[in-house]
């Protein structure tokens, strides 16, 4: 997998939309399931999402469900996170990841390829 890069995070009220973007660049981006993950400042990274690599097996966090929808794209090597209904324990810089083995994962631990993150402030 080769590098990954975020965009699309940003300032936002309580009840806004955000929609963040990874672009991959490696061969082995369709191959590979993603995830999203987040890290608030004085916590650990955690888990909010991810998709298999044909997108048909999704797995979301529960602090986000019904809210946050994943989606990719393989031909543009791309992974999208829907932000909606935000909130400000939202708040954090956002990573996408790849991990090294062959299945859909929640433990960060597992993931190998990270971005360097896109920050997301959610204001009341």
């Known amino acids: 997998q080769g590098p990954l890069v975020e965009s699309g995070g940003g300032l936002a009220q309580a009840g806004d939309s955000l929609r963040l973007s990874c672009l991959g660049s490696?061969?082995?981006?369709?191959?590979?399931?993603m995830g999203w993950f987040r890290q608030a400042p004085g916590n650990e990274r955690e888990f909010v999402a991810a998709?298999?690599?044909?997108?048909?097996?999704?797995y979301y966090a529960d602090s986000v469900k019904g809210r946050f929808a994943i989606s990719r794209d393989n031909a543009k090597k791309a992974v999208y996170l829907q932000m909606n209904r935000l909130k400000p324990e939202d708040t954090a810089i956002y990573y996408c990841?790849?991990?090294?083995?062959?299945?859909?994962?929640?433990?960060?631990?597992?993931?190998?390829?990270w971005g360097r993150g896109t920050q997301v402030t959610v204001s009341s």
């Open positions: 998709i298999s690599r044909s997108g048909d097996e999704i």
């Open positions: 490696g061969g082995a981006f369709s191959i590979k399931s």
């Open positions: 990841s790849a991990p090294s083995g062959g299945g859909i994962y929640r433990n960060p631990d597992l993931y190998y390829a």
